[in-house]
C-alpha cells in the first residue's frame, strides 16, 4: 500500500482513504492504478462486507490532479483515450463491485470525486461539502462518469449541472440523490456506523447482489423476461444456505448466524 492510498480494515468493512491531502485528494493514474486493485481485491475477498471510501484531510476528492491533466494535455488522442479508460475501469468497478460501499463525504468533492460519490451504494456527507461537475470551464465535459452520475441524479439535473458547471452545496446533493443523508461533521461517523450495522444485519450474499438486482431491472426491456429473471433469483435464494438461515432465524426468533458484532 503506497501512502497515495491508505488501507484499514475493521472486522469485515475495510476502509479505502484517498490519501494526497495536500492535493485534496485529487488523482493521477498511479492512484487511479492501485484504487483500482484494491477494489477487485476487496470483491473477491470473503472476509471483506463492506467497503467505506473516504478522504484524508479537508476534503473528499477535488478529481483530477492539476499536474496529470497538464500531462495529458499533450499526449495524443490515443494515450488520452487510454488513460481516459483506466478511470473509466475505476469507476465501473466501484459500481458494480460485489460488495456494499459507502462514501464518507466529509468534504468537497469535484469533478471525478463527485463520480466515486455516485458509483458508491450509499453517500452520506456534512453540510459543508460543496460539490461541482465543473469540467464545462474548461472546454471538457465529465464524460468517463456521466454514467454513474446520470444513474444518482437524473438526466434532467445532469443537463443542467453538466453545462453549467456551477458548484451546488450538501443539501442540494441530498434533493438531486447523490447524496443519502447530510449530518454534522460530529454525527458523520456516528451515521456511518449506523449504516454498517444496519448492513451487517442484512445477508452478505442479498447485501452483495442488491445492486445487481437494480441494475438487471433498469437494463431489462423485456418484461415477462425480467419477471422470470426476478423469480429465478428468488428461487435460488428461498433454497441457499444464506436464505434458508435467514427465514429459520426469524421464525426462531433469534438473529442469523453472519449477524455478528457491529464491525
Known amino acids: 500500500m503506497s501512502d497515495m492510498l491508505h488501507k484499514l480494515q475493521h472486522g469485515s468493512v475495510l476502509h479505502l482513504r484517498l490519501n494526497r491531502p495536500a492535493l485534496h485528494n485529487a488523482f493521477d493514474a498511479s492512484l487511479i492504478a492501485e484504487l483500482t486493485a484494491e477494489l477487485v481485491a476487496a470483491g473477491a475477498d470473503d472476509a471483506v462486507r463492506a467497503v467505506v471510501l473516504e478522504g484524508a484531510g479537508v476534503s473528499f476528492s477535488a478529481g483530477a490532479d492539476l499536474n496529470w491533466m497538464r500531462g495529458m494535455?499533450?499526449?495524443?488522442?490515443?494515450?488520452?483515450?487510454?488513460?481516459?479508460?483506466?478511470?473509466?475501469?475505476?469507476m465501473r468497478t466501484l459500481d458494480e463491485l460485489p460488495k456494499p460501499t459507502i462514501a464518507r463525504v466529509h468534504g468537497h468533492a469535484f469533478g471525478g470525486g463527485v463520480g466515486l460519490v455516485a458509483c458508491c451504494d450509499i453517500a452520506i456527507g456534512v453540510p459543508e461539502a460543496r460539490?461541482?461537475?465543473?469540467e464545462s470551464r474548461l472546454g471538457l465535459l465529465p464524460a468517463v462518469i456521466s454514467p454513474y452520475v446520470i444513474a444518482a441524479i437524473g438526466a434532467r439535473q445532469a443537463r443542467r449541472w453538466f453545462a453549467t458547471g456551477e458548484l451546488f452545496d450538501a443539501a442540494t446533493a441530498l434533493q438531486i440523490g447523490l447524496l443519502h443523508r447530510v449530518v454534522p461533521p460530529e454525527q458523520l461517523d456516528a451515521a456511518l456506523q449506523r449504516q454498517l450495522e444496519l448492513l451487517m444485519k442484512a445477508g452478505p450474499v442479498a447485501a452483495a447482489g442488491?445492486?445487481?438486482?437494480?441494475?438487471?431491472?433498469?437494463?431489462?426491456?423485456?418484461?415477462?423476461?425480467?419477471?422470470?429473471?426476478?423469480?429465478?433469483?428468488?428461487?435460488?435464494?428461498?433454497?441457499?444456505?444464506?436464505?434458508?438461515?435467514?427465514v429459520a432465524a426469524f421464525l426462531e426468533r433469534r438473529n442469523p448466524s453472519w449477524s455478528g458484532d457491529p464491525p
Open 73 to 90: 494535455a499533450t499526449a495524443s488522442e490515443d494515450e488520452n483515450r487510454e488513460d481516459a479508460l483506466a478511470l473509466a475501469r475505476l
Open 131 to 134: 460539490f461541482g461537475l465543473t
Open 210 to 246: 442488491a445492486k445487481a438486482l437494480v441494475a438487471g431491472v433498469l437494463a431489462a426491456s423485456d418484461g415477462a423476461a425480467q419477471d422470470a429473471t426476478n423469480a429465478d433469483l428468488i428461487a435460488r435464494l428461498r433454497v441457499s444456505a444464506e436464505g434458508q438461515e435467514g
